[in-house]
C-alpha cells in the first residue's frame, strides 16, 4: 500500500486540463488516492499544420504515452476521439469514465442555426468527418479548415472570418461555455467522432495494481458503445481524419440491455455516402461495430472514401447529395 500521489499526464490546453481535472477528482473520490498534475507538451500542441498531414493519428497521445512508458507519469488522461484505433503496446485503456453528450454542437454569429445561415456563409472545421457530412446538408455552405483550441475558434466567428464553427458539445459543456452554441445537431443529419464525448484513461499495461484499481471509474455502457464505434472505423481503415461518423447507444429492451450503432462513411466532398445501422448485445460491442462496417464496406464504403479502389462501386449502393443550392 503506497501513500504517494499518482502522477496524472495532461496536455496543457484549457479542455485537456478541465478533463483531467475531472479524472482527477474521480480517483481522489473513488480510489480515494492523492492526484498531482503533470503537463505533457504534445506534437498536436506545438504545430499549427492541419492534423491530417502530421502522421494523422495518435499526434495528442503519443507525448503522453511515451510519458507512460518512461515512468514519469501514472496515468494519462485523452480525450477517446483522439485515440488511434490499433492497441499500444504495454498501455490499457484502464477505464472509460461516463461519456458527456456526444453531438456536435455549431456556434454561429447572430444566434443563427446551420439552416438559417445563407448559402456561401463560411463555416470553420478542419475535420473532414464534419465538412463532408456539412456538403451533404446541401445548404450551399462554404465550408474553411480551421484550427486551435476552442477559444480560438470561437473567437473566429466572433472577429467575423468565419459565419459559423463546429465543435463537440462536450468541449463546451466541460468547458463552461455550452451557452454559446447556436444549435445542438441531430445525429440524422450530422453524426459525431467514434467515441466523441467519452475520455480514455490509460496506464502502463504491467501496473496490474493500478489497473485494477481504476475499473472504479469505467462506464460499461459508455465502453461497450465507444468500442462499437471504434471498431466501426477500424473496420474501415479510418484514422480520425477519415470522413466517418459514428454513434453508438445502449438502450434497454424486452430481453436486457441492447446496444445500437448507426454510422455514415462520406467522400470527401460529402456527395456520396453510405449510412447504414446495426444493433446487438453490448457484450458483443466490437463484433456489432465490425459487422455493421464490413456491410459498409460490401456497399462501397472504401472506395468513396478514396482509401480503396481494389473494386468497383455499385452505383445503385451510393445515395447522391442533395444538389447545391444556387441562390447567394
Ligand atoms: N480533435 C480535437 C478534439 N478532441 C476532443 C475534442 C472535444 C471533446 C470530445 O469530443 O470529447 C476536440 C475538439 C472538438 O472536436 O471540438
Redesign the pocket.
Known sequence: MTTTALRLGTRASA?ATTQSGHVADLVRNRLGREVELVEITTEGDTSSAPLAQMGGTGVFVSSLRQALLDGRIDLAVH????LPTAPCDGIALAAVPQR?DPRDVVVARDGLTLGELPAGSRVGTG?PRRAAQLHALGLGLEVDGIRGN?DTRIGKVRSGDYDAVV??R??LARLGRLDEATEVLDPLQLLP?PG????AVECRADDTTLVTALAALEDPGSRAAVEAERSVLATLEGG?SAPVGALAEVVEGDDGDELWVRAVALSHDGGLSVRMSASGSPADAAGVGTRLADEMLAEGAADLMGTALSSPVPSEALTEAPAKRQDA
Do not use: P
Not at 480525450?79 to 483522439?82: Q, V
Not at 466523441?196 to 475520455?199: N, V
Open positions: 479542455l480525450s477517446l476521439k483522439d458527456e475535420s476552442v465543435l463537440a462536450a468541449g467522432a466523441q464525448g467519452a475520455l480520425c
